[in-house]
């Protein structure tokens, strides 16, 4: 899997869009971008997925440029409950191991 | 409601006292998993199961055993328990073969070994 880098955390005001940036500059053609959330030791939860186009669901949006070395995860209109730490995960189709970093710890406050 | 179930949530054991940790999903998915959470550490993939008698070794698997003898269950069995197992941990599964799997995770068990 491609190595991604996220910053380690980041503050967001309630209500505001949540702009979370990820560099995946190793990125090979059959990998997609996927985003995985985990809220205080909960079980992680997926959130969204793109490959080269946009993507939009109702949980966020994902912009990937057109070299697709980095993307941004966007929450919308952020509220208390999407504090978490989020993942951004780059992964090959036939690839069912979720390898893990660090994450960004997304603090979203009043 | 599609789910992935363990059991329990809590354990708190001691050293050498076998346990198993059960994982349960309602969704006919053919890929199970365990992975580990462990401060500073991340999650880190125990082992997985692509279908029924089917498992293999994932990064951490020294002092785990699992088993894959219905679809829908994949229990983690620690023989010996030791402290160093003291962990959370997290059971996932998704379809097999599908172009865009998405991996569904359950709640997590706590595991304190004293």
């Known amino acids: 899997d491609a190595k991604t880098t996220q910053p380690p955390s980041m503050d967001c005001a309630e209500g505001r869009a949540a702009n979370l940036p990820c560099n995946h500059s190793t990125i090979s053609g059959n990998e997609y971008v996927y985003w995985y959330r985990q809220i205080h030791s909960q079980g992680p939860q997926y959130i969204i997925h793109?490959?080269?186009n946009n993507e939009t669901n109702e949980m966020a949006s994902l912009i990937i440029t057109e070299d697709r070395k980095s993307s941004t995860l966007i929450l919308p209109h952020a509220t208390l409950r999407d504090t978490a730490v989020y993942y951004c995960?780059?992964?090959?189709?036939?690839?069912?191991?979720?390898?893990f970093g660090a994450g960004t710890t997304v603090t979203v406050r009043a | 409601e599609a789910q992935v179930t363990q059991n329990p949530r809590y354990l708190i054991t001691v050293t050498g006292k076998k346990l198993t940790v059960t994982c349960s999903q309602n969704?006919?998915?053919?890929?199970m998993s365990w992975y580990r959470q462990d401060p500073g550490l991340g999650l880190r993939q125990i082992y997985y199961?692509?279908?029924?008698?089917?498992?293999d070794k994932g990064d951490v698997p020294e002092g785990y055993k699992v088993s894959r003898k219905e679809k829908r269950n994949f229990p983690l069995i620690l023989e010996s328990p030791s402290p160093n197992q003291t962990s959370l941990y997290f059971c996932?599964?998704?379809?097999?073969?599908?172009?865009?799997?998405?991996?569904?995770f359950g709640a997590g068990t706590r595991l304190s070994v004293l």
């Open positions: 969704m006919n998915h053919e890929y």
């Open positions: 793109g490959l080269k």
């Open positions: 199961s692509m279908n029924v008698e089917v498992t």
């Open positions: 996932a599964s998704s379809l097999f073969g599908q172009a865009e799997n998405i991996q569904y």
């Open positions: 995960i780059v992964r090959a189709l036939n690839d069912y191991k979720l390898s």
